[in-house]
């Protein structure tokens, strides 16, 4: 039996409003700025779309610094152009998830203000402050403390545990007038809340209430994995994870408690979406969170298939990744969720490099390679995820200098590498930077190839990619070759194939170290079932007929030509070609050479 949701059939499309169109003329992307691009949107065929923050922030990590959750940033616009973006999307039937930053706030958030300026106030508790550890001056640990951080008064003292921000550096501040430190798993602008203090939940929860009672239509929940410290705050013990402390802060002790909280007191009154972004996240974990049996979450983010580049040193190093591994690690969640809960489908987002660039050919097959990803997002069950400009086939940026690059994360973690003596020279720093940087995919959105290609008429926030004279909308849009216009046939399918949806997911040839080949299948005895309803035939989609749906996606993830030999199972079947990338035709499945980046979807007849 399966459960029809419209947040299983949708096709998301993330924006990052910084980035995506510029209306005034400040070089910063805004809300006025998305509206004027709503025909676009819905030229696309996408039904949701996922804001990254727009709330009021001082803007030390772009948003994910809220100083006022229940507010728009001036350089974004005002709450009556919010309310507009929201009736533009309704009127043309998409929806809008908004992202929720409820680990953190940013410093100057008045909570924090007040927390800060009298330890004595309410406010001192929605935050987390701890004594610092002495520091022995002989001591085996001596050096590992990060008192660099803490001013004079620290001097002899180290920070409360040995746990890492994200961004490198100890995870706390030292506040010299109350001698305290303060917890922050990001920036030191960004103070971690305290979730155990129930008023903080019921802030949180009410804020939440209030914006869906706007008429918003879910969230996407930023790190809200993390939520929950371990009393003590003890150390992380183990050296290999994301950072020091995650072992410790992960799916911590009391987080299926408060997001279940979360969802009896807010969510479930609302046909709400969510997506949990979830760090380190097992598949065996994800089931606790998601789905009825789970915390009533919809979907989480996993970044398993994120980490295949990694290197030795871990995120900020560059190793290799291989077909088979990525196959293997997405063919894990495909499976491992089927039955229970309900998988994301991502390649890229506002934190990672580009997908094209990482996992495709951004050379001489740019196009093909960007049109097999697209047939990967529309043909995996779960969810799906377009970052804006993947649909136009956008790259990684050709940094030049560290002076082209804005954010944090990467300025941070390249001057932890560089402390460690991990360069050889400037040029292999360079390369980490355009190999791993998040600013890859936060160049402006490439609408035409004029000056800014199209993006402001101002000086962008942060550089344009040189390649917007090829890479753009206005060229993209009607040209029946075009990214764009593949995106937009890939879209379609889905949209009219449940089994893209809802069917199972099988392997073919796992061992193949550039062909990926699955099957996805919907048996004609499924039955749909809405929320709450009995089980009946009525649900089933009467255009669907009651013979089942089988279908066969065959991709070449490589820059050559090579052999695909269908394995027994499949092999004669009578296909129909649904799409192809390049425009092959077959009907039946047998042995085939499949060019550079070559994706076929088939239905079996
Ligand atoms: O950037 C990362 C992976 O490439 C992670 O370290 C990232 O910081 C982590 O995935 C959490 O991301 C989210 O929370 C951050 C914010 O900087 C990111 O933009 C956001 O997506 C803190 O709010």
Redesign the pocket.
Known sequence: RIDREWWKEAVVYQVYPRSFNDSDGDGIGDIPGLVEKLDYLDYLGVDVVWLNPVYESPEA??G?DVSDYRSIMDKFGTMADWEELLAGLHDRDMKLIMDL?V??TSDEHEWFVEARNDPNSKFRDYYVWEDGEPVETQGPDGASGGSSTAGAGAAAERPPNNWES?FGGPAWTYDEASQEWFLHL?HEK?PDLNWDNPAVRTEIFEMMEWWLEKGIDGFRM??INVLSKPEGFPDGEDDDAIVRGADQFVNGPRIHEFLGEMYDRVLSNYDAMTVG?M?DLSVEEAKQFIGPHGDGMSMAFN?DH?RLDFGHHG?WDKGEWSVRELKRTLTRWQNGLEEEGWNSVYMG????PRMVSRFGHDGQFRRESAKLLATVLMTLQGTTYIYQGDEIGMTNYPFSGLDEVRDV?TIRNVEVARKQGRFGSEEEMLELVRHRS?DNARTPMQWTDGAQAGFTEGTPWIPVNPNHTRINVEAERGDTESVLEYYRRVIDLRHDHDVLVYGTYTLHLPDHECLWVYERELAPEREFERDGDEPSGEETDPDEGDGGERVLVVLNFSDTATTFEPPASIRGLDVETLVSNYDTTVDEVGVEELRPYEARVLAVR
């Open positions: 990590d772009n994910y930053v680990n953190h994200f990001f960004q930023d790190v972004e760090v970044f994120m995120r987002n506002h934190d990672e994360d998040r």
